[in-house]
């Protein structure tokens, strides 16, 4: 963790790994303030779940329509470059959006043979499992965010016949950038079509391992603060 830069004085593992974790033992010792502090903030950020749920179904649509796309250029000896790699990125936002409201609908993988021994046992295994997941999937998130900037920094391009309109990247640029670095980046920009560099793509999994990350925490609160798992798997008639 060399290379984890200081943030506001302190470490950024301190920011991603101990205050959140601290956090959580405030949750397990004083579960009336957490909730009194977190009643206001859970309702937003399970409409943040479901607005990336909604999001990564659209995707899936996009991706019907691209298939749909290259029947019809095939049928009409037609050109569709780059449909197959809009296909895989759309893939890539489906998944990695989904992963925080799958987790809140219970759609992950839990395997319960233990939790069901007795209720004290359910509870510490269940926190410590989230704990674990917790620390793990926000280690993810970062490394994905560094991947990003690493790949822009390689400007490391497709391989394949897919192009965007350079206008696209500089929005996206935006993200990464301090707002008075804005203006040069757009004084750079043309309306021409260049190959998709590998980070744009990459945004996907960036975003969704970070809600991810958020999503896990957010439960670990949950389930300290309520002294049972918030995550409810519907039933399956």
């Known amino acids: 963790?060399?290379?984890?830069q200081p943030l506001f004085g302190l470490p950024l593992w301190f920011w991603l790994f101990i205050l959140p974790t601290l956090f959580a033992l405030f949750c397990l010792f004083c579960p009336t303030k957490a909730k009194r502090l977190m009643s206001p903030i859970w309702p937003l950020l399970d409409k943040v779940y479901l607005g990336f749920g909604i999001l990564s179904a659209i995707f899936m649509i996009v991706i019907l329509l691209l298939i749909v796309g290259q029947m019809v250029a095939r049928w009409t000896n037609t050109i569709f470059p780059g449909g197959t790699e809009f296909a895989g990125y759309a893939m890539a936002c489906t998944s990695f959006f989904a992963l925080a409201f799958a987790l809140t609908q219970g759609s992950h993988i839990r395997v319960s043979i233990f939790l069901n021994i007795n209720n004290f046992l359910k509870f510490w295994l269940d926190a410590f499992?989230?704990?674990?997941?917790?620390?793990?999937?926000?280690?993810f998130a970062r490394y994905a965010v560094?991947?990003?900037?690493?790949?822009?920094?390689?400007?490391?391009?497709?391989?394949?016949?897919?192009?965007?309109?350079?206008?696209?990247?500089s929005i996206f640029s935006m993200i990464g950038q301090w707002p008075w670095e804005w203006g040069t980046t757009w004084s750079k920009t043309t309306s021409e079509l260049v190959y998709t560099p590998v980070w744009l793509p990459?945004?996907?999994?960036?975003?969704?391992?970070?809600?991810l990350a958020v999503a896990i925490w957010d439960h670990l609160?949950?389930?300290?603060a309520y002294r049972e798992t918030r995550i409810f798997r519907e039933?399956?008639?």
């Open 235 to 237: 039933a399956i008639e």
């Open 129 to 139: 499992a989230m704990l674990v997941s917790a620390w793990t999937a926000t280690y």
């Open 1 to 4: 963790m060399r290379d984890w």
């Open 146 to 169: 560094k991947t990003n900037f690493l790949s822009e920094i390689l400007n490391d391009r497709t391989q394949g016949l897919d192009q965007v309109p350079e206008w696209l990247l």
């Open 202 to 211: 990459q945004i996907a999994m960036s975003v969704g391992t970070i809600l």
């Open 221 to 224: 609160f949950r389930l300290l």
